[in-house]
Nanobody, 123 residues
């Protein structure tokens, strides 16, 4: 069974830092993109940061200059480092991956989501 397992999250004070991690496990042929999205109360899910094959990285404008992201392809993990956190960063953060799964006849393109981890920025 292919799945994304997230870790990290929790309560942090404004201006603080937090690191999340996501690991993909199972029978995977390739991961084309891997990143994080977030959804705050009453709002739609939005991109935080994503990496694609070839190390192309995209950040949401709201986190540029504060967040970094690292992807370790050998371990199928992606780790965002979130610095200078603000109360408006409070949200449930979801890992996302676009991957190719091997099959007996054809390979399949799938998109997976993690279960989500809550990040609360508050004093």
């Amino acid at each position: 069974q292919v799945q994304l397992v997230e870790s990290g999250g929790g309560l942090v004070q404004p201006g603080g830092s937090l690191t999340l991690s996501c690991a993909a496990s199972g029978s995977i042929f390739a991961i084309n993109a891997m990143g994080w999205y977030r959804q705050s109360l009453g709002k739609e899910r939005e991109l935080v940061a994503t990496t694609t094959t070839g190390s192309v990285i995209k950040f949401a404008d709201t986190v540029k200059g504060r967040f970094t992201i690292s992807r370790y392809e050998a371990k199928n993990t992606v780790t965002p480092q979130m610095n200078g956190l603000k109360p408006e960063d409070t949200a449930v953060y979801y890992c996302n991956a676009a991957m190719v799964l091997p099959g007996s006849v054809v390979y399949r393109n799938v998109e997976l989501w993690g279960q989500g981890t809550l990040v609360t920025v508050s004093s």
